[in-house]
């Protein structure tokens, strides 16, 4: 079944939703256009119900349907599209293309911590499309990721450790507040975890493990494994894991992290705090 690959991403409940006030607004504005060319051609508006009906039978409502289906036939049909892209070869090279196989990766690789909500997911998988696509359109897209992705493995590994000693120096009394940076670092962790597997997917390179063997992907795993550690216990043991790489800079972690979590937080598509985010991930003089 060969779908086109904008259609696939309807899969997620935001992109439907999204496409389904769309439909909706179309189906309205069809409607007035309707009764306005019946109005000014002198044949009558009286007939206003029946036209309703077939913009309602023939258009909103089977195309709802197909939409609506796409909830539960999404994702499979997503992952064999992402196949396809694969086997073709290039698949990276088209916007629409990228960001299947993007969503292909985080659904498979990734695994979101027990205390991440599902805007925290969406915001991962969002962020991740965003910086991927963003990537693409540099001179060199692949050092681009790389980049990217190594600001966000220097941030998670900062606010990793600077959690750790802060859940574990706070009263039980501070559970609330804990539970909310958690779930920032959570999904940031989730996404670092997306990037990792989409540049090993589209340079045919694995990173590096640090000089204990350990691979980014077991670092992230074991930050995300953490998070459910510091979330549903009372009492936590600090951060004990070695170093990934060298400290980074703090002033651009602070300025990553912030960005992240207003986008994190913040209701809604928040176009303005993805691209803040973007713009401190992947600065435009990079790369």
Do not use: K, N
């Amino acid at each position: 079944m060969h779908l086109p690959l904008w259609l696939l991403r309807l899969g997620h409940p935001r992109q439907r939703r999204r496409m389904m006030r769309r439909l909706a607004a179309l189906t309205l504005a069809g409607f007035a256009v309707t009764m306005l060319f019946m109005a000014a051609t002198g044949r009558g508006t009286d007939r206003w119900f029946f036209f309703l009906m077939v913009w309602l039978v023939l258009i909103f409502i089977p195309l709802w349907l197909v939409i609506a289906a796409l909830e539960s036939m999404g994702p499979a049909l997503r992952h064999r599209a992402a196949r396809r892209l694969r086997a073709r070869g290039g698949g990276y090279a088209s916007a629409t293309g990228a960001a299947v196989l993007v969503e292909d990766v985080f659904a498979r690789e990734v695994v979101m911590p027990r205390i991440a909500t599902p805007l925290q997911a969406e915001r991962a998988r969002e962020a991740a499309v965003a910086l991927v696509l963003l990537a693409r359109r540099r001179p060199l897209p692949e050092e681009a990721l790389r980049h990217a992705l190594g600001r966000c493995l220097g941030c998670v590994e900062a606010w990793m450790r600077d959690l750790g000693a802060w859940a574990a120096a706070t009263t039980p009394g501070d559970i609330q507040a804990r539970w909310a940076m958690v779930r920032g670092l959570a999904a940031l962790a989730a996404l670092s975890r997306a990037l990792v597997a989409v540049y090993e997917d589209s340079s045919g390179r694995a990173l590096q493990p640090d000089p204990g063997g350990r691979t980014p992907q077991a670092f992230l795993d074991a930050v995300m494994d953490y998070c459910d550690e510091l979330a549903l216990r009372v009492e936590v043991v600090p951060w004990a894991e070695p170093p990934l790489r060298p400290p980074a800079d703090p002033e651009e972690v602070e300025m990553l992290r912030q960005a992240w979590q207003g986008y994190a937080a913040a209701p809604g598509q928040a176009p303005a705090a993805l691209q803040a985010f973007l713009d401190a991930a992947l600065p435009r003089m990079a790369v």
